[in-house]
């Protein structure tokens, strides 16, 4: 039971390595405060360089500072979230933050009393690009450590009404009506 036990947990490492591009032990030693090795083959000591300002060019604006709401109009862990995929898939584009919209059905045909999307709060974030990228940070944002890290409640994949990731954040704000459009 132990070597399996073992084996699996070894396997996941290789996973998240294999996702993220970094050094299968790397998650390990970063949990105990060290700096992580390089990932295998690569030539840098710093496998998750952030993204230059203006890298990539998205829809919505790039956020800007971080922490809370105010700076960026994204939530603590919206920002840490987006701050982490920037520098791990610099090739998405963010092309969608804080919004006060509500939900857009999949059909496209609004009746009005749509649920609030959590952008309103700046709880979400949406990222597209090329297709092999996208599944990457699904699987990336679904990884257990990484829900818990950053405290992902709802990791959506592009569809009909979305061409792209959206990731939204504990705590849900469902039923509630946002600051922007007249709520607490």
């Not at 039971?1 to 084996?7: I, P, S, V």
């Not at 699996?8 to 998240?16: E, G, S």
């Not at 956020?63 to 994204?74: A, H, W």
């Not at 009404?161 to 704000?173: G, K, N």
């Amino acid at each position: 039971m132990t070597a399996g036990l073992l084996l699996a947990f070894l396997a996941y490492l290789l996973l998240y390595a294999g996702v993220k591009g970094v050094h299968p032990w790397g998650p390990i030693v970063e949990s105990f405060g060290g700096k992580a090795p390089p990932p295998p083959g690569s030539k840098s000591g710093t496998p998750d360089r952030p993204a230059k300002s203006g890298e990539g060019v998205g829809i919505a604006s790039e956020p800007k500072g971080g922490g809370g709401i105010g700076s960026s109009g994204l939530t603590r862990n919206a920002q840490a979230a987006y701050d982490a995929i920037r520098a791990t898939y610099p090739g998405l584009l963010y092309v969608g933050g804080p919004n006060c919209r509500r939900i857009i059905p999949h059909d496209h045909a609004p009746t009005g009393d749509e649920p609030w999307s959590e952008h309103a709060w700046g709880n979400a974030i949406d990222f597209e690009g090329p297709a092999a990228l996208m599944r990457k940070l699904m699987v990336w944002a679904n990884l257990p450590h990484i829900k818990l890290r950053y405290k992902i409640n709802n990791v959506i994949p592009p569809g009909s009404a979305v061409p792209a990731v959206h990731i939204d954040f504990f705590p849900s704000h469902t039923g509630q009506t946002p600051p922007c459009a007249g709520g607490q």
